[in-house]
């Protein structure tokens, strides 16, 4: 089975930079597309930026030129790095990862709901 965990949230002033790192495992990257998904309180979860197997990268229009997406095979992690957070970033923020039919990364983000798998979350929070 796939296992997601996800660590790195906290507390941080607008402005300021965090680093999600994801740990995986039970699958095989081959045909797999791995992302960030987050969901704010009273808000529909939204696609943040999903990587495909071969490293193709893609990111919310909300979050481009902020957020860094990467994975390392060797360690079989993925990683979010955030810059410049704002305070609509506040977020629970999730580690997602399946087998997924779509035409393209930005597709999916938009379609959040296909990815099979989710970690159990954790927490961005970025105050004013």
């Known amino acids: 089975q796939v296992q997601l965990v996800e660590s790195g949230g906290g507390s941080v002033q607008a402005g300021g930079s965090l680093r999600l790192s994801c740990a995986a495992s039970g699958y095989t990257d081959s045909n797999y597309w791995t992302g960030w998904l987050r969901q704010a309180p009273g808000k529909e979860r939204e696609g943040v930026a999903a990587i495909d197997s071969a490293g193709s990268t893609s990111y919310a229009e909300s979050v481009k030129g902020r957020f860094t997406n990467s994975k390392d095979n060797t360690k079989n992690t993925l990683s979010l790095q955030m810059t410049s957070l704002k305070p609509e970033d506040t977020a629970m923020y999730y580690c997602?990862?399946?087998?997924?039919?779509?035409?393209?990364?930005?597709?999916?983000?938009?379609?959040?709901?296909?990815?099979?798998?989710w970690g159990q979350g954790t927490q961005v929070t970025v105050s004013s």
């Open positions: 997602a990862a399946g087998v997924v039919c779509t035409p393209g990364g930005s597709w999916l983000l938009s379609h959040p709901e296909l990815f099979p798998y």
